[in-house]
């Protein structure tokens, strides 16, 4: 009964152990504000967001974006982290992620959300 129970603690510590280091990655409280505020901005944006030639509305490239964060969460510690690894280009093509506004040339996204990230934080400080 000794052994099991050790076996049981050993698995219920290892078990606590990967959710507390899980717990450690992901960008500070204090940028946290400024991812929110990104996909904000992208899910109620009037322009389409291109990945791999097709193109979206900010609602549909907003999930993609949150799908691609939970995905790379333990590699970001920065919202230009979030941004890099989340929403400028394809893993499965490399291809960028391009922005249409208007009719104007369209842009990479990192730039787009980069600017809008400089904009957030003059307005917030």
Same mark, same amino acid.
């Given at each position: 009964?000794?052994?099991?129970?050790?076996?049981?603690?050993?698995?219920? =510590? /290892?078990?606590? $152990?990967?959710?507390?280091?899980?717990?450690?990655?992901?960008?500070?409280?204090?940028?946290? *504000?400024?991812?929110?505020?990104?996909?904000? %901005?992208?899910?109620?944006?009037?322009?389409?967001? !291109?990945?791999? @030639? &097709? #193109?979206? @509305? @900010?609602? #549909? $490239?907003?999930?993609?974006?949150?799908? #691609?964060? &939970?995905?790379?969460?333990? !590699?970001?510690?920065?919202?230009?982290?979030? =941004?890099?690894? /989340? $929403?400028? %280009?394809?893993?499965?093509? @490399? &291809?960028?992620?391009?922005?249409?506004?208007?009719?104007?040339? *369209?842009?990479?996204?990192?730039?787009?959300?980069?600017?809008?990230?400089?904009?957030?934080?003059?307005?917030? /400080?």
């Amino acid at each position: 009964m000794t052994k099991t129970v050790a076996i049981y603690a050993f698995i219920l =510590i /290892s078990l606590i $152990a990967l959710q507390v280091n899980h717990s450690f990655a992901d960008v500070s409280q204090s940028q946290r *504000p400024e991812v929110e505020h990104l996909l904000e %901005f992208v899910e109620t944006t009037e322009c389409q967001f !291109e990945r791999n @030639g &097709k #193109k979206y @509305g @900010g609602e #549909k $490239a907003s999930k993609h974006i949150k799908r #691609k964060y &939970k995905h790379f969460r333990d !590699e970001i510690t920065t919202t230009e982290e979030f =941004i890099e690894y /989340s $929403a400028t %280009f394809s893993t499965r093509s @490399g &291809k960028p992620y391009l922005v249409y506004c208007s009719d104007n040339d *369209p842009i990479k996204s990192s730039v787009w959300l980069l600017e809008e990230l400089a904009q957030f934080r003059e307005q917030s /400080s």
